[in-house]
DNA sequence: CTATTCCGTCAACCACGTTGACTATCGTAC
DNA sequence: GTACGATAGTCAACGTGGTTGACGGAATAG
């Protein structure tokens, strides 16, 4: 079992290895660049509440948890600079939340940096071979796994 | 930033939607074969206690995690009758973690689902590109990404 | 106007990790 | 032989990221 004749674990555990390296490496730059308390799930937060902004509830549906846990990491990032509660004038039940500048400065820093790392990939592996990593995979991953598809947000 | 033109979050993105594709699948088709409590996190700790059985703090450093986060992990699965704690004769301080029965079942159905999933990727696929991928992971992923490295387990 | 649905929150709980402190034991140096 | 430092396991407190259930207030459908 998992020998080098039958492959066992080699795949899946490379891919968390992949992408544990590029997000490692993603965060000890943000943390360089001003952003030490940015976790790797605050960048997923971040991505789903938006340029627009948007309520507890629905970033809970776009993450796939519920709303309470939504509820509190929003708290975190509130507490970290990062999000913003503001009432909605339109709707008293509901609490927009918005990204500050320096969420906007992280998420902003973080793709530049995203966009080097893959650069890096690109110098070691070729352009072809990472383009054909992307293709492969987005060819074995259903549509559902990231209910997280804000568009023009990821490129796909 | 992270629009088609700027690669940004796809590559880390289709890594982890990789990584969670593979072992969502494998541990719905556990919980099928009789394994439902097993979570992602089990994987790798029966695969570092391995066959031999190990130590609650030598399994904290091939996890890379603390010794009592390795203890506590260890209870949960003692609890779940995959592991067993045995006194060991030779040091009275020590308590060998050993795998049970249901342990090695555990490993051994999972190793085998792995390999069905890794026949479906090569399906769709084709084997010369899960290879390409599989070679292109390992030679970018530092060597200390996984401490975990138990010799004959992960094929490399 | 009323019934229902939706939003945010509170509380309790679990999994998984951390640090710090503590006991018991082992090995060694004296 | 004993004293001492290093090691193994455990306990406590805490942080983060999740869960479910319950609840009050606000919007909305009838």
Known sequence: ?????RP?????????AGFRTLVDDLH????????PELRPAHGFVLQAVGPAGTTASDLGQRLGVSKQAAGKTVDRLVALGYLERVDDPADARR??????????????????????????????????????????????????????DVPGWFGG
Do not use: Y
């Not at 000890?28 to 952003?35: D, I, K, S, W």
């Not at 927009?96 to 500048?101: A, D, N, Q, S």
């Not at 992307?134 to 796994?145: G, K, N, Q, S, T």
């Open 95 to 148: 609490k927009l939340v918005r990204m500050t500048e320096k969420g906007r400065d992280g998420l902003r820093r973080s793709a530049a940096v995203f966009d080097q790392l893959r650069d890096r990939w690109t110098a070691t592996l070729g352009a072809d071979r990472v383009a054909a990593i992307e293709d492969d995979l987005r060819r074995m991953v259903p549509a559902d796994v990231f209910r997280l």
């Open 1 to 5: 079992m998992a020998t080098p004749d």
């Open 28 to 35: 000890a730059e943000l943390a360089r660049q001003g952003h």
């Open 8 to 16: 066992g674990f080699a795949l899946p555990l490379l891919l968390l």
